[in-house]
């Protein structure tokens, strides 16, 4: 990989690290993991965060760490969400809006900042890489490394994503759970369970939906994945074979299921900063139409940032992995690497082994990482022994946060922002 | 309370137990306390369950629970949902449909059942008294103890219903981890989430989700219970009024909302064997309405089952309770007192102490406790101190299951059959 320029005098430069996309239950343990480790690496100075992300850094917005207790700091690798705040905020190219790459380099520049960190998934490891050519063009010398999370889990090259771990322990149990509960009333009541989760162009959040069913029968009985465009008659087909033969049927669902057209089932009109259509009520679709067709009782649920949040019952392992990308990161950085992204390489499943792994941004920007066919059943509506296999070691183990009262004791910072020096305001 | 007859000889008799109307994830360890208290009296004999509830009773479906190892039995402590299955099946009155009560004492004679517990709601109070009256009628003696559980909390005279604080608990941490999601997206995505969760009549529920307001400005900002008509001008304003104020806004809402004129704004057009509407699907009425008086980005979520079933987050006051009234009503029965429900008798708030009372079936029956008034503030979108006060102690402590591969380790039984002695077919 590409060597960064080496600071001059080699004197301590400051961080910037900044949240990006979707938030999941652990991304602020990759935050600790960034920070802690920069609190102990001679090269760095201070860790600022960007208000907002990347939206942050353009309105220098910045929050000092520092003034933030190491019991804080700590507390992060417990607490859902982004502590500093997210962004969706997509930079365009640098040929297309040059001002922002620039008015990114004059921030860094006025705060001494010679470590850029950026955590968040495709489209973030894309501006991740485009900051650190625009500051190689423009002599700058930056050392930019991707933190990789995506409760997608579609980012290359990585076995797994920091933070899908965590959504798939969250929709596995929950599966499990509500298949206890309309398995125990089918036979006078709903018959038919639905089960929406995010996933808009890949499945495997739907797909971790299947670790749940443990022994034959049991929920869930039909996963309807975007990968697979859906087959209405099959469909119906299927899930009135599951109820004669169990009693019940559930089904997990992904948000990003569409038909054979490409069109996604539950498009609201509504799009992101990115022009990605806002998904959202597939689940009542299906059940309306199992409803219409087949006349059973159904429930829908639709976990939506219920999923990405639950830090209640994060999977202990991706819990450990978000920490060690962050601090990966950091190693990374201050060794002189730079436009790349530290990696979980699966060593062995059974027993589940891993080590951090490095990739180069220009190989993990903007691909996404389908499921493989073969995860799937040739008839599409579950997932096979090898998807399993894939899985199963990602959920394992519990990482329960502190309660009291009652509740999860998630920490909140005080966010303090950093004294402005450039004396110019952007206009996002 | 009356007392039943006393058995002829005294010679032990067999107890049935059944589970009525909506699971809960706590509602298995009522049937543990009621099995293991049954083992330890000897005027019990077996414990025989019903196969699907009161349905089991009526087509002589019956489950001897001496089959299932003590291990299994314990597990039910940790298993969410009805573990012989329950049912939606409400007996007519007596008037109108004797033959279903003289077939339930045929049943309960053939076996020699002298003891009869119904674990449910409101509906299953009033038949666990039906059946109590009939059987006095006929002469047969029978003593029916109703055990307590609903998630809707809504049944009078006990302090809370064994249920309750779980699915509490569950939709309490569901709002504030989601609430932190919102908070970090809202700058450029997400400035109005919106969660749905049950309680056709009564706001409890929708008022465990205001615990996750542990400080101004945090989620839940709004709340929309069953009680307050929905008043959508003064809705609009609040959400616009906190969006403004803190960047976005955290709504729960009653599955049960309904306008000035009772019209249930989500109402699907079915409607249960009770002749209740089903409901589901307010949360994406309300986002639209959002959408289209205010124009902000929103997400909404609906926990549906997954809040009732969520055994992995149940609250360990709600759990200890859900055992204890299962003993009790085995306590109440061998003592001879009939008709009647064990009940929670909340003893001091600060530091929480509870005891078990009693209550008389004729009583409880068809009553349902709504939130009291002052339970909300003035303006219909928040609880107050004393509604906070009343629901704190009932999410305390945690009480996590085995897990197993990274998914809770619940049990299933093996739910094998009494070889049947009547002879006679039942058609429902």
């Known amino acids: 990989m590409a060597k960064s320029p080496a600071p001059k005098k080699q004197k301590p430069m400051n961080a910037f690290y900044a949240q990006s996309g979707g938030v999941s239950a652990v991304i602020n343990a990759s935050a600790a993991g ?15 965060a960007g208000r907002h992300g990347i939206v942050g850094a353009l309105t220098e917005d910045l929050i000092d760490v520092s003034k933030e207790s190491l019991a804080t700091i700590k507390g992060l690798i417990h607490t859902p969400a982004g502590a500093f705040g ?9 040929e297309k809006n040059l001002r922002e790459y620039e008015r990114l380099v004059e921030v860094f520049k006025a705060h001494d900042i010679g470590y850029f960190f950026l955590n968040g998934g495709n489209d973030s490891a894309d501006t991740c890489l485009k900051v650190s050519q625009l500051a190689e063009r423009m002599g700058y010398p930056l050392t930019a490394v991707h933190v990789p999370k995506t409760v997608d889990n579609d980012l290359p090259i990585t076995d797994c994503c920091p933070g899908f771990g965590s959504v798939a322990k969250y929709v596995a149990t929950s599966m499990l759970e509500a298949g206890f509960d309309v398995e125990a009333m089918a036979k006078t009541s709903t018959k038919v369970f639905i089960m929406e989760v995010m996933g808009r162009h890949a499945g495997w959040i739907t797909a971790a939906m299947g670790l749940a069913q443990t022994q034959p029968g049991t929920a869930p009985h039909v996963l309807l994945f975007p990968e697979i465009p859906f087959d209405e008659e099959a469909f119906l087909a299927a899930v009135k074979r599951n109820v004669d033969q169990y009693g019940y049927c559930a089904v997990g669902v992904s948000e ?15 799009k992101d900063a990115f022009g990605h259509a806002q998904l959202g009520g597939v689940a009542p679709r299906i059940a309306e139409l199992v409803r219409g067709k087949l006349g059973y009782k159904h429930h829908w649920a639709v976990a939506d940032y219920l999923q990405r949040s639950a830090r209640h019952i994060a999977s202990k392992a991706d819990l450990e992995q978000s920490y060690a990308v962050g601090k990966a990161a950091v190693e990374y950085a201050v060794k002189g690497m730079n436009a790349v992204m530290p990696t979980i390489v699966r060593v062995s499943s059974k027993p589940y082994r891993w080590k951090i792994g490095v990739a180069k941004l ?8 389908k499921m493989p066919r073969d995860f799937i059943t040739p008839d599409g509506f579950h997932i096979t022994p090898k998807c399993r296999n894939y899985l199963a070691p990602l959920i394992a183990g519990e990482a329960f946060p502190p309660f009291e009262d009652g509740l999860p ?6 966010n303090a922002a950093v004294k402005k020096r450039t004396r110019t305001d952007f206009k996002l």
Chains 1, 2 share one sequence.
Not at 362 to 369: F, G, L
Not at 409 to 414: C, H, Q, S, T
């Open 34 to 48: 960034v920070i802690l480790a920069a609190m102990k690496s001679k090269k760095i100075n201070k860790v600022y």
């Open 362 to 369: 220009t190989d993990v920007a903007n691909v996404e990482k």
């Open 256 to 270: 990003g299921l569409h038909d054979k057209d490409g069109k996604f089932l539950a498009e609201s009109g509504l």
């Open 409 to 414: 004791a998630y920490v909140r910072l005080k």
């Open 86 to 94: 997210s962004a969706r905020y997509k930079l365009k190219s640098i």
